[in-house]
């Protein structure tokens, strides 16, 4: 008797100390996840903020953004990258002008709020007809002239049975899905509210293979107005930024769906000598000078810019087979006492961004 009590006691004791040491190994574990966890958002924080210093240098020697200047070469950021001392671990970072893509919010005329924006209606009629070309069977339902009824309706600050055509949607439609949710009717704030817009399926937001609306589209460029209107002291220019805008984008500026004239001004925009560019983009109608262009092709003066003030950063930062991703929506602002440029934050998040 005394032999199987000792033996029951010790298969206990091991029974509890293989247990316990299970537990104290998962909180050690678990204790150096969340170090790394830490760390990895600190260094890609830092990331962020040598990007944004990046930033501040460019603004400081050229009023003008395009894809040939140090913040849209990979090379370059790296390059400031690799000042920063880490004892592990390593950061990615790349910087995406926003206002090289379609602003959403300035499809109606904010401050207003009630009715289209004009030249915003006619490229989003090209841009939704290029996205929905690229894939006709899955989106053999999907009518552009609905979509963006339906994103006015969203946006107008008038939620009545006045609906924009005959297949816009108000308050009511919204209301009658399940599970049921009610229209902004204002500005989008954040670009996967798009995706609840009536007509937009989620192959048509996220992409089938070929990108969808998501990556062309941005619900940044607010500007305020000397007025208010209806409470509102803001407005959305709309204008796109030519030297950075991609090829959809820039499709869907031209006068016509001419993807021949959008090419070759995305050629001659990227062309280099070696590794110097080859063509100057200071001015605003330098696509003039592509040589495929004809003399009297005018792309709508509203829709063009050539700088940009608004970048969505992204730092990836590795370790220790984890990573973490960091996002930051930034605005370059002049301070008006000192006339000096700084970065002020519109958007931050950890993970990866959505």
């Not at 760390?39 to 240098?57: C, E, R, Y």
């Not at 399926?201 to 007025?227: D, N, S």
């Not at 000078?289 to 792309?299: G, L």
Request: charged share 25%; net charge negative.
């Amino acid at each position: 008797m005394a032999l199987l009590v000792t033996l029951s006691i010790i298969t206990v004791l091991i029974a509890g100390g293989l247990e316990l040491n299970r537990r104290v190994r998962a909180a050690v574990v678990d204790t150096a996840a969340t170090r790394d966890r830490l760390t990895l958002t600190l260094m890609a924080s830092s990331g962020i903020h040598a990007a944004m210093a990046m930033l501040i240098k460019d603004k400081s020697e050229s009023p003008v953004d395009s894809l040939q200047e140090d913040w849209a070469n990979p090379e370059k950021i790296a390059e400031v990258i690799a000042d920063i001392p880490f004892d592990a671990g390593q950061i990615g970072v790349t910087i995406i002008d926003e206002l090289g893509k379609i602003q959403v919010n300035a499809l109606i005329d904010f401050p207003k709020g009630r009715h289209f924006n004009e030249s915003q209606k006619i490229m989003w009629d090209r841009f939704t007809r290029l996205l929905i070309a690229q894939d006709e069977e899955t989106f053999k339902d999907v009518e552009a002239t609905a979509i963006i009824n339906s994103v006015k309706d969203w946006l107008d600050s008038g939620d009545d049975d006045a609906t924009t055509g005959l297949n816009g949607a108000e308050a009511e439609y919204y209301q009658g899905l399940d599970p049921p949710y009610m229209p902004a009717n204002g500005p989008f704030m954040d670009i996967n509210e798009l995706s609840r817009v009536k007509g937009i399926i989620p192959e048509l937001f996220r992409g089938t293979g070929p990108a969808g609306l998501e990556p062309y589209v941005t619900v940044y460029g607010m500007t305020q107005v000397p007025q208010e209107v209806d409470g509102k002291d803001f407005s959305y220019e709309g204008s796109i930024n030519i030297n950075t805008a991609d090829l959809p984008v820039l499709i869907a500026m031209m006068p016509s769906e001419n993807t021949d004239y959008a090419q070759a001004i995305f050629d001659y925009r990227n062309e280099k000598d070696g590794e110097t560019f080859v063509h100057d983009l200071s001015g605003d109608g330098w696509y003039k000078n592509v040589p495929e262009i004809p003399s009297d092709f005018t792309i709508d003066p509203k829709l063009i810019r050539n700088s940009s003030d608004v970048f969505r950063i992204q730092a990836n930062a590795q370790m220790n087979d984890i990573q973490e991703t960091v996002t930051a929506v930034i605005q370059r602002e002049q301070e008006k006492k000192t006339g000096k440029w700084t970065c002020r934050i519109l958007r931050w998040q950890v993970g990866t961004y959505e």
